[in-house]
C-alpha cells in the first residue's frame, strides 16, 4: 500500500498529561478516568480518542461499502456511528480493548443496515487494524428507534 497520509501526536504525563499533534490542531489535556483510579478530572483519554476516531473513520468507509450492496449514497442521510472504546483488564498487566460499533441508518430496513454495517467491518481501516486483536460488537440501532 502506498502511504498516503500520516498522523503525528505526542504524549507527555501518561494518562495524566497532554497530547498533541505536530500539525498544532489537536492539543488536549488527559485525565485518568476515576473507573481506573483517577480523579476523573476534565481531560479526556486515550479511549475516548480513539473512539472517535474509529467511529469517523467507520462512517467514512459505508460510502464504499454501499456500492458493493448496490445502494446509494442516500442511504447514509441521517446517519451516525458511535463507538464504545472498554478498557479491559483481566489480571494486573493482563490489559486489553474491547470495541462495540452502533450504527444509527435511518433511511435503511433492519436488514440492510446490517448488511452494510458488516460489509464495511470486512473494508474499514480501523476495522481491519483491529482484526483478530480487538474484540468488536457490530450493532445497529432497530429502525423503530432511530427516528
Known sequence: MDRVHTAE???????TGEVSSSDGRLTTSL?????????GGPG??????????Y??????????????LGLTPQA????????????????????????????????LDD??????VEKTHTSGPYSRATAGNVAVG????PSSSAA
Open 111 to 116: 436488514e440492510q443496515a446490517r448488511q452494510l
Open 76 to 107: 447514509l442521510e441521517g446517519s451516525s456511528v458511535t463507538a464504545e472504546v472498554h478498557f479491559l483488564r483481566a489480571a494486573p498487566g493482563d490489559l486489553g480493548l474491547g470495541v462495540d460499533l452502533w450504527a444509527r441508518l435511518p433511511q
Open 138 to 141: 457490530l450493532h445497529v440501532v
Open 44 to 53: 479526556t483519554n486515550p479511549e475516548q480518542l480513539f473512539a472517535a476516531g
Open 31 to 39: 485525565s485518568r478516568p476515576a473507573e481506573m483510579g483517577g480523579d
Open 55 to 68: 467511529a469517523a473513520c467507520f462512517h467514512s468507509a459505508m460510502r464504499f461499502a454501499l456500492r458493493d
Open 9 to 15: 501526536a505526542t504524549a507527555s504525563g501518561a494518562r
